[in-house]
């Protein structure tokens, strides 16, 4: 997000001041802070580039299928598909760059240039664990959504400026999935939500003009989902919504002009989205979609707020960025063929994918901002490679976002409200690149739940090679029941039945007068001494 106020205001722009917050963040939301020197851009705050590279190969399709930890980021009632003890973990890096006018020159206009590169280490870690067959927990942590960048120019005195914004929001979530009859599941994950900003501007050779760094927690958040697998192996279903949540972030103190503000705040809104997945197999090949509303315009506005005397709230003011977002529509569309290298159905499995991701437009052209996706619809190309070797699993893939547009001077004239912190008319637009690995494993004994005991069954129906064959004992099936002493002398057929006749040749003799049971199971007497 710009930080630029009009120049002839009070405060001119926020981007001139000085926020600094004292404070740390602790566990894992503080690793991941120290993590991302830059951000990635998201369509709204949402990256539409995320987990795993299981999924991203495939553009991202998850809703109907994910049997994994990360379903508590797809879909929760995922978690009741996955094996008794099952950990994923995902290093996903997205670098690029944007191109925008984060800032005015009074004498040449808009700077309309290119941002410095953009490095952004995504993770995913999870785990899941089914006690009983029809019960699922899970864990995980995962950067969710961000947006931000960093500009190198000079201002209207000739001085070179950094200008840098991130902005990133991490989730800890803890989820619960159920096995339902007819092969439906049910999850819900408890969202634990962790927003954070920083924003500065630094003039070369100088203290930062602006200097901002904001956190804070938020505990309102879940998401819910349902599977169905309708037709066993071949189509599943899936549905999934995430609540909206409200983070309020804080910094202790912000200095502008040379002067102290105190008690900083400002509150960032994760909007709510709804999403519809489709997933059908046929033979060895995978085809699946995904559809995502996303209620971005619950995000409008907001403020950042400051006392200009510690513990003074009248002498508060407050600094308005203007969003006006859209709600938009992700489509994910993708495709994987396995190609089996044993006669195993669970394991040495080689899959290829394809993937691509289209984001609906959600930013304003009027309020636009340099630090962020473009408000104009983006494309996402992608593909990827898995190995399955049984117990566990690894995974690579690639993506690549891309999109553009023009803000024109009548779109930065359109506004009606007073925004602090947007940009300037230009070119802009995005070019992403995503590189994934990741890699799971099965660490109980499968067979616990009713696909897990599938895809045991289906294995050990196909061995990785067939077993031998006792050998049948000598002269097996041919036992002569001919009394001693009557060698080459035939016996009755087993439909002859008993007969009071003299036996002629080529019949039994008069002894032998038992039918068919009698020739079935002939007495020891009439055995040969090797069958007795």
């Excluded at 009755?492 to 068919?516: F, I, L």
Aim: negative net charge.
């Amino acid at each position: 997000m710009a930080c630029q106020f009009p120049e002839n205001a009070k405060y001119r722009c926020l981007a001139e001041e000085g926020v600094m917050r004292k404070g740390w963040i602790v566990g894992v939301a503080g690793l991941a802070a120290m993590l991302f020197s830059l951000e990635a851009m998201a369509g709204g705050y949402d990256t539409p580039m995320l987990y795993s590279a299981r999924n991203m190969g495939m553009g991202g399709v998850a809703i109907a299928f994910v049997d994994d930890p990360s379903a508590l980021f797809h879909n929760p009632a995922g978690l009741a598909r996955a094996t008794r003890w099952s950990v994923l973990g995902d290093f996903s890096p997205l670098i690029g760059t944007v191109r925008g006018s984060p800032a005015n020159n009074p004498t040449e206009g808009p700077i309309n240039l290119e941002s410095e590169t953009t490095f952004a280490p995504f993770f995913f870690l999870g785990l899941s664990y089914q006690p009983i067959s029809w019960l699922a927990i899970g864990l995980a942590a995962y950067p969710v959504a961000s947006a931000g960048g960093e500009y190198i120019y000079e201002n209207a005195g000739g001085t070179t400026v950094t200008d840098y914004t991130k902005l990133f929001f991490l989730e800890i979530t803890p989820g619960v999935a159920f096995s339902l009859p007819a092969r439906i599941t049910l999850g819900i994950n408890y969202r634990i939500v962790m927003a954070s900003l920083v924003r500065t501007q630094t003039p070369q050779g100088a203290d930062p003009t602006l200097d901002m760094d904001l956190s804070g927690w938020s505990f309102t958040g879940f998401r819910v989902g349902g599977q169905w697998e309708a037709i066993r192996d071949h189509l599943s279903i899936g549905i999934t919504y995430r609540h909206v949540t409200r983070t309020e972030t804080t910094a202790d103190t912000i200095t502008a002009f040379g002067s102290t503000y105190y008690d900083a705040s400002s509150e960032f809104t994760l909007p709510s989205q709804l999403g519809f997945g489709v997933r059908g197999d046929l033979f060895n090949f995978g085809l699946a979609v995904d559809l995502v509303i996303g209620f971005n315009s619950q995000n409008d506005s907001t403020v950042i707020a400051a006392n200009m005397t510690d513990n003074d709230g009248t002498t508060r003011q407050e600094f308005a960025n203007i969003f006006e977002w859209s709600n938009a529509v992700t489509l994910r569309v993708g495709a994987e063929y396995d190609i089996h290298l044993s006669s195993r159905d669970d394991r040495h499995i080689l899959t290829p994918r394809l993937g691509y991701v289209y984001d609906g437009k959600t930013t304003n052209e009027v309020y636009v901002t340099a630090f962020g996706t473009p408000p104009t619809a983006t494309h996402v190309l992608t593909l990827g490679l898995g190995y399955d070797f049984g117990s566990w699993e690894m995974n690579l893939a690639y993506a690549y976002r891309f999109g553009s547009t023009t803000v024109t001077q009548d779109d930065y004239d359109a506004r009606e409200r007073t925004c602090a912190f947007c940009s300037y008319p230009g070119n802009y637009e995005i070019g992403l690149h995503g590189v994934y690995f990741d890699i799971s494993m099965d660490l109980g004994p499968r067979g616990h739940n009713p696909w897990d005991a599938r895809r045991e069954s289906d294995a050990e129906q196909e061995p990785d090679a067939p077993e031998a064959q006792p050998e049948a004992p000598e002269d097996a099936g041919s036992v002569d029941a001919t009394p001693a002493g009557s060698e080459g002398v035939d016996t009755a057929p087993a439909d002859q039945g008993s007969t009071d006749e003299a036996p002629t040749e080529g019949t039994a003799p008069a002894g032998d007068t038992g039918g068919s049971d009698a020739e079935d199971t002939p007495t020891d007497e009439e055995m040969p001494l090797e069958a007795i």
